[in-house]
């Protein structure tokens, strides 16, 4: 058992912690959601530079071969900062697809920061069960066309390829039948649609009528490669929200500590003392699951990293609604304005407990596999 | 023992549901119960058709347009008006100064300002919270100087809820520095036009604007806007707050938050069924019902127990129907997040406040669901934070 970063981990957070600190405080987070896109083209220069945006890409498509920890170290302390550009979209959902899909080229402008993908999946009607597709891929001549709409689609603005799931055969809940394509937004027929989100991020709802696109070619099934870079993105997420969950409980844990009420900080109440202590817990069985998710995320018996992802979930979605509305509670009123920093993180907490499936579909995923332990 | 209401309870019911769905406008009630924002205008529309039936404020005195009704009765009209989706009227108006002028205000007072408060001719806000006085209320710093005929005020409010649109304010200030907290502190009226008065709009994070800080640079206000005895006015605030007994609960509120809930999880789809058939779904809408149920009898025990209760007293009880309701109604706003999953995540259009224009996307009725569940963070934190009940309940009825 080893719990411990090694030379370049150490080297790599301490340098993303750095640029953090020093870069995405509150207020010019403040900036960078007020820019056109809603993020900054500066920034992704800069984590280009840094590497970050080929960390989870093989060498042989101009990564630099990190895994889960790698990219977990990235994400929390970009939860620290509430990071608003497209790491998750780009990066970790259509970056790996592509990989995955033998597209090195397009992996490399990717990595470069060059291009940005996104990844569209969801419907109307469909969860985020990945086998639960409506949109229908047809052949004609020697290319595939899609009609459909895809929903909340994370940087479906701002993406210059969309990674689109559709159906070539079988019915909507389907597990067979399902593609991956690859469309341009300028194709014939796409209209696409981008706003903000209550957690200041983008997405787009995308609509496509007998718009002409590309199968990816995966090496096995699709829908397999689907459900595992979908687990790794949410190993990653769930880091991402071990950041934001900590910057709650310590912004908490320091206003209990000036805040004057009675005389006295409110942090004398001893009442107050152990509702912190509740949230200090949580926060610490959230950053073991995020742990657990982010070694098993390249499991590849399936059904075990499936359920081990979904765990994570579960206890990251329960520690991040506790800490979240204890937090603005123990402040009380200055935590309900947008200009004080622990409602934007209350915010994005709740987005993340809403991406890829809440705590409760999670559980009922634990619940029908084997016993995790 | 009886749990059922009595014939002419039912009919008092009967009466006020008609009244209710067939006289306020369904636009209106539509809004609120999808949690949209009102305009001032049809807030005030509203209390105006409510007033001129004579129930804007049933439970003042009779003098001023009360009705004299029971307990039971103004049960009854609140479950009713919440379960519509009426919007309630003005609680700054006629739960809050209309009572304390109508028991310790000057009888010109109460002439000039009580049938304008329930007409909602006259908006009025709440002035008591400052930047380092909230639940430490009696800390309040904003101070009130007499100057030949007029108090002249200096200080700041802050949390003043919708003091955008107010004609007035009902402020307490610091009248005496030198006794003990609570010793030095009166109740004063305010024209918001008065010249000083400044009012800053603060931002909630669901992105609207219901709440200000209100800035007091040498106001000059005449000596008569003061209410009552000077110094008093700590035991007025006691009375004002004592008045909001078993409305806080809010059991209706959540009743039509939770029939909304239900029809919204028939439209939407989990793993291809209805949302409404997912057994965990249904559960967790259950427990949600039981507790809700339960807390609807605890009122009842509680109004059955107000019968005996001095009027303005506090009853320890109603912390009770405040830390369970605010509860109750958070649990709605999460279930209803349930229900709409990730489509709640994109901003809607329009919402007012938030300043953009551009068109939304999704459901349309799942555009309130996220900022509802942010925005009602608030209702454990105000009126008497959830902590500060706990407290309450601890020494009064606890005896600690
Ligand atoms: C949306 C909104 C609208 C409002 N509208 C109005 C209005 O119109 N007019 C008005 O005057 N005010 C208004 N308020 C203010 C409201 O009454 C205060 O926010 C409330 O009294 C709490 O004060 P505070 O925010 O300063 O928190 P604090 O008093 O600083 O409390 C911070 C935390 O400490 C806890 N705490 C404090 N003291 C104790 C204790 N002794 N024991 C245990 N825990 C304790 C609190 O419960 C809370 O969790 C509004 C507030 C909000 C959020």
């Known amino acids: 058992m080893d719990f411990d970063l090694n030379d370049d981990q150490r080297l790599l957070r301490d340098s993303v912690d750095r640029l953090i600190a020093d ?59 509430l990071v608003v550009e497209p790491y998750l979209a780009s990066i970790l959902l259509a970056g790996r697809l592509l990989e995955e899909a033998g597209e090195a080229a397009l992996v490399r402008r990717i990595a470069e920061g060059e291009l940005l993908g996104a990844f569209a999946h969801l419907e109307r009607h469909s969860g985020w069960d990945l086998e639960d597709v409506a949109t229908k891929a047809r052949p004609r001549g020697d290319t595939w066309h899609l009609t459909g709409t895809k929903c909340v689609v994370l940087h479906g603005d701002c993406a210059d390829v969309l990674l689109v799931t559709a159906r070539t055969a079988g019915a909507q809940r389907d597990r067979d039948g399902i593609g991956v394509f690859l469309i341009t937004p300028d194709a014939p027929g796409l209209t696409r649609h981008g ?10 709802e995308i609509t496509m009528s007998d718009t002409p696109a590309r199968q990816l070619a995966f090496a096995g099934d699709a829908l397999a490669t689907l459900e595992r870079v979908r687990d790794q993105a949410i190993a990653a997420l769930c880091a991402e929200a071990v950041g934001v969950m900590e910057q709650m409980h310590a912004t908490t844990v ?85 200009e004080y920093k622990v409602g934007h993180y209350f915010k994005r907490m709740t987005a993340i407990e809403e991406m890829f499936g809440n705590a409760d579909t999670h559980l009922e995923q634990v619940a029908t596999a084997e016993s995790i332990l | 023992m009886d749990l059922r209401f009595t014939d002419e309870e039912i009919a008092f019911r009967d009466e006020a549901r008609q009244f209710f769905r067939e006289e ?54 609140q479950d009713e008006m919440q379960q519509a989706g009426v919007p309630p009227p003005l609680p700054f108006n006629v739960s809050m100064v209309g009572p304390v002028i109508a028991e310790f205000g000057s009888d010109a007072q109460k002439l000039r300002f009580l049938p304008r408060a329930a007409n909602l001719d006259d908006w009025w806000c709440q002035g008591f919270s400052e930047p380092g006085a909230g639940s430490d209320l009696a800390s309040l710093r904003t ?122 999880a028939k439209l939407e789809l989990r793993a291809g069924r209805p949302l409404i058939e997912d057994r965990r779904f249904r559960e967790k809408l259950a427990a949600v019902e039981i507790e809700l149920k339960a807390l609807e009898i605890t009122q009842l025990r509680v109004v059955a127990d107000e019968r005996g209760h001095a009027r303005g007293k506090p009853n320890p009880a109603s912390s009770i129907l405040k830390i369970k309701g605010s509860q109750l109604q958070q649990a709605t706003t999460e279930l209803l997040l349930d229900v709409v999953g990730p489509h709640a995540l994109p901003l809607a ?52």
């Open chain 1, 195 to 204: 706003v903000p989100t209550q957690d200041a991020q983008r997405v787009a």
């Open chain 2, 143 to 264: 101070k009130a100087v007499l100057d030949g005929d007029h108090w002249v005020i200096d200080g700041q409010k802050t949390w003043t809820t919708l003091a955008q649109h107010a004609d007035w304010i009902f402020l307490l200030c610091r009248t005496d520095p030198a006794a003990k907290k609570q010793e030095g502190i009166s109740f004063i009226l305010a024209d918001m036009r008065t010249p000083g008065i400044k009012v800053r709009p603060i931002q909630t994070i669901d992105g609207g604007h219901e709440v200000n800080e209100v800035f007091f640079d040498r106001v000059r206000v005449p000596r008569e806007n003061l209410v009552g005895d000077v110094n008093r006015g700590w035991d007025y605030a006691k009375f004002l707050l004592g008045n909001e007994r078993t409305g806080i609960a809010r059991v209706g509120t959540s009743k039509a938050r939770l029939k909304r809930i239900r029809d919204l």
């Open chain 1, 254 to 338: 320091d206003y209990l500590k000036t805040r004057h009420q009675f005389g006295r900080a409110i942090g004398e109440f001893q009442v107050l003392q152990h509702r912190a202590v509740d949230m200090y817990v949580a926060l610490e069985q959230a950053r073991s699951m995020a742990l657990f998710a982010t070694l098993m995320a390249a499991e590849a018996d399936s059904p075990r990293r499936r359920a081990a992802i979904s765990a994570a979930k579960v206890q990251i979605g329960r520690s991040g609604r506790l800490i979240g509305q204890e937090a603005i509670q123990l402040h009380g009123g200055i935590a309900m304005t947008i």
């Open chain 1, 23 to 81: 870069r995405y405080d509150f207020e010019a987070r403040r900036r960078f959601t007020a820019e056109p896109e809603g993020w900054s083209r500066a920034n992704w220069v800069r984590f280009a530079e840094q590497g970050w945006l080929g960390l989870p890409f093989t060498e042989a498509s101009g990564g630099f071969g990190g895994g889960a920890i790698e990219i977990a170290l990235v994400m929390e302390a970009f939860g620290r900062g």
């Open chain 2, 24 to 77: 306020v406008p369904e636009a209106i009630r539509r809004k609120v119960l999808e949690g949209r924002h009102l305009s001032k205008d049809e807030i005030v529309h509203s209390q105006r058709i409510l007033n001129a039936r004579g129930w804007a404020v049933p439970h003042w005195p009779r003098a001023w347009g009360g009705q004299d009704w029971t307990p039971v009765q103004i049960y009854l009209f």
């Open chain 2, 349 to 400: 259009a329009q919402d007012e406040g938030n300043g953009r224009n551009e068109p939304g996307i999704g459901p349309e009725h799942a555009a309130t669901a996220a900022p509802t569940y942010f925005n009602w963070r608030k209702i454990s934190i105000y009126g008497g934070s959830n902590e500060i009940q706990h407290n309450i309940i601890a020494k009064a009825i606890l005896g600690f």
